[in-house]
Nanobody, 120 residues
């Protein structure tokens, strides 16, 4: 079984920073793309950022220049550094990863989410 566990959420003032982490555990052969999504109250889940195993990144327009995604392949962990936070960044942030448990299997896994609240 594979698990993704996020951490690092919390309450932060506008223009502040937070760093989210997401660690994968279990029987893992390799991890391909890793992503962050978020879901605000009453809204659909939306894409935030992605990073390939080789380190190629892509961001939603709403967070470009403010958020950075990185990963540590040795630790099966992805990070989301969030700077210059705005109240509209308030949401539950979810980690998603494409994980192979063998050469012939690849599934998409989700974490349980971590709350980020940006408020003064």
């Amino acid at each position: 079984q594979v698990q993704l566990v996020e951490s690092g959420g919390g309450l932060v003032q506008p223009v502040g920073s937070l760093r989210l982490s997401c660690a994968a555990s279990g029987i893992i052969f390799s991890i391909e793309a890793m992503r962050w999504y978020r879901q605000a109250p009453g809204q659909q889940r939306e894409f935030v950022a992605t990073i390939t195993r080789g380190g190629i990144t892509n961001f939603a327009d709403s967070v470009k220049g403010r958020f950075t995604i990185s990963r540590d392949n040795a630790k099966n962990t992805v990070y989301l550094q969030m700077d210059s936070l705005k109240p509209e960044d308030t949401a539950v942030y979810y980690c998603n990863a494409d994980i192979r448990q063998s050469l012939s299997s690849r599934l998409s896994y989700w974490g349980q989410g971590t709350q980020v609240t940006v408020s003064s």
